[in-house]
């Protein structure tokens, strides 16, 4: 079976903002993908969350390496968040030095009335490759209602040049 990929919404920042929000997404997919090459204006954590929805919805478990650190380490990040953590306020992250990070996010069977898994990929590496970061989560949203927007926030501000895409992904 072929899997297509069509681009919903893309947006580029040309202004530092804290919060961007891909609405109006099309029912008409199987699953959506966003991808976003990202930086912030100084130490921050960033966030998604679907339909502007702040309640119990959420629920997690993330794996997080540090590249300064030894082991990996775990948490699951149950209810009560009103939205996604991609990172954390343990793994702040400070891209004002030259950094770079991508997120791909993927909503799996995003229109079900029931849980809608969802799979993340974080990654960040700083300019002078003295602090790296890769958080890998997944998890439910598990609101009735399918999601018809994204919002990308962070308690900063996304630097300029920073890009968000979704993707609706169809099964042929």
Same mark, same amino acid.
């Given at each position: 079976?072929?899997?297509t990929y069509e681009i919903l919404a893309s947006t580029t920042v040309n202004a530092n903002q804290a919060t961007i929000t891909l609405s109006s997404i099309s029912q008409s997919y199987t699953d959506?993908?966003?991808?976003? &090459?990202?930086?912030?204006?100084g130490q921050g954590d960033i966030s998604v969350r679907c &339909?502007?929805?702040?309640?119990?919805?959420y629920?997690?478990?993330v794996l997080t390496g540090l590249g300064t650190a030894g082991a990996p380490t775990s948490a699951i990040e149950g209810a009560g968040v009103g939205a996604f953590k991609v990172t954390s306020s343990a793994q702040q992250i400070n891209q004002g030095s030259g950094g770079n990070s991508l997120l791909t996010f993927d909503f799996l069977s995003y229109t079900f009335s029931l849980n809608k898994p969802?799979?993340?990929?974080y990654g960040?590496?700083?300019g002078n490759s003295s602090?790296?970061?890769?958080?890998?989560?997944?998890g439910n949203y598990t609101s009735g209602a399918?999601?018809?927007s994204i919002t990308i926030f962070t308690n900063q501000s996304f630097s300029n040049g920073t890009t968000f895409a979704l993707f609706g992904i169809l099964k042929a």
């Open positions: 079976m072929a899997i959506l993908r966003l991808v976003a &090459n990202m930086g912030l204006g &339909n502007g929805d702040t309640g119990n919805n629920y997690s478990e969802v799979l993340w990929e960040f590496a700083a602090y790296n970061v890769r958080r890998t989560g997944c399918p999601i018809s």
